[in-house]
């Protein structure tokens, strides 16, 4: 090969690469995992990490941005990060006693192996609040909760629906809040917050 056909043959690769590159790029696609939860502009480049978990196959971020909470994972491809889900909670909630500031229901089978996770973060401002209880079946958990603290509660699985039914309980045990829609049967997201639970 020629010395011309050589570096011609060099700036084609080159071409290819910063093109496939320059996609991937306005794709979302970034060298970290932050900045790629980052590229949703849903999060923004404002967002502050208050939680995340590092999985086998990926990281979870659980941000406050200047819009409200929000969850996002992303996945690792080669060298880079890509952001395939964000969750948003409803602002109008922000002053609720008891707040879901992460939700995640996640699963993926395009990969070599499944990825899977559920998870709930809630936030609490009422001091009666002593309990989160979760879940289905044996993966139900009950865990303590602190006043203004975040509580991540996470299962390595994906569960159907609103199974996870989540209550918010007194430390003698008294349920005090639940989290649901506002009517039953009637999936309005705008309406998913933590209610009293009445006729304690």
Same mark, same amino acid.
């Given at each position: 090969?020629?010395?011309?056909?050589?570096? /011609?043959?060099?700036? /084609?690769?080159?071409?290819?690469?910063?093109? @496939?590159?320059? /996609?991937?790029?306005?794709?979302?696609?970034?060298?970290?995992?932050?900045?790629?939860?980052?590229?949703?502009?849903?999060?923004?480049?404002?967002?502050?990490?208050?939680?995340?978990?590092?999985?086998?196959?990926?990281?979870?971020?659980?941000?406050?941005?200047?819009?409200?909470?929000?969850? #996002?994972?992303?996945?690792?491809?080669?060298?880079?990060?890509?952001?395939?889900?964000?969750?948003?909670?409803?602002?109008?909630?922000?002053?609720?006693?008891?707040?879901?500031?992460?939700?995640?229901?996640?699963? @993926?089978?395009?990969?070599?192996?499944?990825?899977?996770?559920?998870?709930?973060?809630?936030?609490? &401002?009422?001091?009666?609040?002593?309990?989160?209880?979760?879940?289905?079946?044996?993966?139900?958990?009950?865990?303590?909760?602190?006043?203004?603290?975040?509580?991540?509660?996470?299962?390595?699985?994906?569960?159907?629906? &609103?199974?996870?039914?989540?209550?918010?309980?007194? &430390?003698?045990?008294?349920?005090?809040?639940? @989290?649901?829609? #506002?009517?039953?049967?009637?999936?309005?997201?705008?309406?998913?917050?933590?209610?009293? /639970?009445?006729?304690?």
């Amino acid at each position: 090969m020629t010395k011309t056909k050589a570096v /011609i043959l060099l700036i /084609i690769i080159l071409c290819i690469v910063g093109g @496939y590159s320059c /996609i991937s790029l306005i794709d979302g696609w970034r060298f970290t995992a932050i900045a790629a939860a980052n590229a949703q502009s849903s999060v923004g480049m404002d967002a502050v990490v208050f939680d995340q978990l590092d999985l086998p196959w990926g990281k979870v971020f659980l941000l406050d941005t200047p819009n409200g909470e929000r969850t #996002a994972v992303v996945r690792k491809k080669g060298p880079l990060w890509f952001c395939n889900l964000v969750t948003t909670f409803n602002p109008a909630n922000a002053s609720d006693p008891v707040r879901t500031v992460g939700w995640l229901n996640y699963q @993926y089978s395009g990969g070599t192996s499944p990825e899977s996770i559920a998870l709930i973060d809630v936030i609490t &401002s009422d001091p009666q609040v002593a309990w989160i209880e979760v879940g289905e079946g044996t993966d139900r958990v009950k865990k303590q909760i602190e006043p203004n603290k975040p509580l991540l509660v996470w299962w390595p699985k994906a569960f159907i629906g &609103s199974s996870l039914k989540p209550i918010a309980l007194s &430390s003698e045990d008294k349920p005090l809040y639940e @989290y649901r829609f #506002a009517q039953e049967n009637v999936t309005d997201t705008t309406t998913l917050k933590w209610y009293p /639970i009445k006729n304690n």
